[in-house]
Every structure is written in C-alpha cells, then in structure tokens.
C-alpha cells in the first residue's frame, strides 16, 4: 500500500468521527512506547503507522483498549535519591561552614532569588 487513505481505513471503521477517535488513541499509545503492531520500513511518523494499522484490520475498536500501554515509572521509586542526594548536600554545606564560609541555604523553600522592591515611578508632568 504507497498511500494510506480515508476510504482505505473506512472499511474498518464505521465512520469518520470513529477513525479519528481510533487514530489519535493508536498515536498516544505509540507516543507513549507501545510497540507497533506493524513493521515501519519507512520510518513514518506514528499518525501514519496508525493509520496504516487500521487500514489493514490490526486495529480496531474492539482491540484497542485490549492493547497495553507500558506503565509508567512511579514517582516513589525515584525519592530514595532525591532525599540521599539533598542529604549529601546538606553535609557538604555543612563541612563547607566548618572552614568559616558561610553557606546558609535551604533547600525548597525558595530559589534564593530576592526582589528588592522600589516605589512606583509617578509619571513626569512637562
């Protein structure tokens, strides 16, 4: 097949709002890493192989929620280092504060960014 059409997908979808709907659920999965069902020789982006896909029969209404998208990585697992991390910082401010340089900074609370705040300008009369 050189070209994936409308008419070509039409014949497994029963309308043209349900290709749409099945089409951009295919590329979310892609996006997201789910493998294709299909071989890409040419490299095409994810709205083509999904298309292509369902323009073949692989995908469907009826298997697309059937297929799995990989999990994503919870966000607990990658604290652990987060919190060694600001530990080992902490100690190092620490040490650093020992040979008299001061290193007072705490982390999360702010960005150490300080805004001085001045009086608004009044606009001069000529």
Do not use: W
């Not at 043209?16 to 095409?44: C, I, S």
């Not at 323009?55 to 209404?61: D, E, F, S, T």
């Not at 919870?74 to 080992?88: F, M, Q, T, W």
């Amino acid at each position: 097949m050189a070209r994936v059409t409308v008419e070509d997908c039409l014949k497994n979808v029963e309308s043209r709002f349900g290709l749409v709907h099945l089409a951009v659920r295919r590329v979310l999965q892609l996006r997201h890493g789910t493998p294709a069902r299909m071989e890409n020789v040419k490299g095409n982006k994810e709205v083509v192989l999904a298309l292509r896909e369902i323009a073949a029969g692989v995908i469907n209404a009826d298997n697309i929620r059937q297929i799995e998208e990989p999990k994503p990585v919870a966000a607990e697992a990658a604290l652990p280092e987060v919190d060694s991390g600001r530990a080992d910082l902490q100690e190092i401010l620490e040490e650093v504060s020992l040979y008299g340089a001061s290193a007072s900074v705490e982390y999360g609370s702010s960005d150490g960014f300080i805004v001085e705040e001045q009086p608004p300008e009044s606009p001069e009369e000529e």
